[in-house]
């Protein structure tokens, strides 16, 4: 009997978790809306530089929604890559010694550089790699970004798995842990609290660079890609207060959305568990989005 009630009560249980609830039918066109913009984004990043027809930037504060879009996805695709590269760099770094002689020094060497020294060099690049297409303005544009939110990032992925606890090492051989089960379950998890907080500066130190990504010169010619930044530099050079304040108030909007829907519950689920004399909740780093999911 208590088996058969066991069963009907998971039951009961997995159903209600599978019927949809108002959030469901909140993130649902949410999520939609998203794939077709990303749709849209595709097409347009793979479209002939001749698409970017004069003016590419108007100052109506209309635009200013899918200007931020844009920014915004750029901004994140660099994200994406700087989270690859800390992984596979840090991780390397970490594990061996002779590499770590030389990835440290080298990934001093590049935080040194400017970011705009790297614009120098990288389109040309890209733009050969993408020839007349859309694209290669936007990967220079996406890899400036890159190039402010890796190397802190990195330095922070590095040291946490330097100083993982050994008690917690001796633990995981204990168990027998294989190494892909120590890094995923122990180095990992031991890392994030540190990297989700680097991934936050490494985002806001982006913003300061989005108006020299998004204008990209090669040679003579100056490709523009529709953007806050490009939207601010406009704006700047014709002297337009107004359309500055707008973009300002843009920005200002755009931080708080990300902030509240992506790094406010990463900070919460990146949180490690209270100690025995810590009083829990003590320190627990609260989203709206995070409320209102509850």
Do not use: H
């Not at 300061?208 to 939207?231: H, M, N, Q, R, W």
């Amino acid at each position: 009997m208590r088996a058969q009630e066991s069963a009907i009560t998971y039951a009961s249980l997995t159903a209600r978790g599978l019927t949809p609830n108002r959030w469901d039918l909140i993130a649902f066109p949410l999520v939609i809306g998203l794939l077709l913009l990303a749709s849209k984004g595709a097409r347009e990043t793979l479209a002939p530089l001749s698409a970017l027809k004069e003016p590419v930037v108007s100052l109506d504060p209309l635009n200013l929604p899918e200007y931020a879009l844009r920014t915004t996805l750029r901004m994140l695709a660099a994200m994406a890559a700087s989270l690859l590269f800390t992984v596979t760099y840090g991780t390397l770094a970490a594990k061996s010694r002779r590499a770590a002689m030389v990835l440290i020094p080298l990934l001093d060497i590049l935080q040194s550089v400017p970011v705009l020294g790297y614009i120098s060099f990288t389109v040309v690049f890209f733009m050969a790699l993408f020839p007349g297409r859309v694209a290669g303005a936007e990967a220079a544009a996406i890899f400036a970004i890159f190039t402010s939110q890796a190397w802190n990032m990195t330095f922070s992925f590095y040291q946490s798995l330097r100083t993982a606890p050994r008690d917690l090492e001796e633990a995981t051989r204990n168990f027998r842990f294989s190494s892909w089960q120590r890094f995923w379950r122990l180095e990992v998890p031991f890392a994030m609290p540190g990297l989700v907080w680097n991934m936050m500066m490494s985002m806001s130190g982006g913003w300061f660079f989005v108006v020299a990504s998004e204008a990209i010169t090669v040679g003579d010619k100056t490709i523009t890609l529709p953007g806050i930044g490009a939207y601010l530099a406009q704006a700047t050079a014709d002297k337009n207060l107004t359309a500055v304040g707008w973009v300002v108030l843009t920005m200002t909007v755009v931080i708080i959305l990300y902030d509240q829907l992506m790094f406010r519950p990463l900070v919460a689920s990146s949180r490690p568990a209270p100690r025995p004399r810590q009083v829990p909740g003590s320190s627990i780093c609260c989203s709206a989005a995070a409320s209102l999911g509850r």
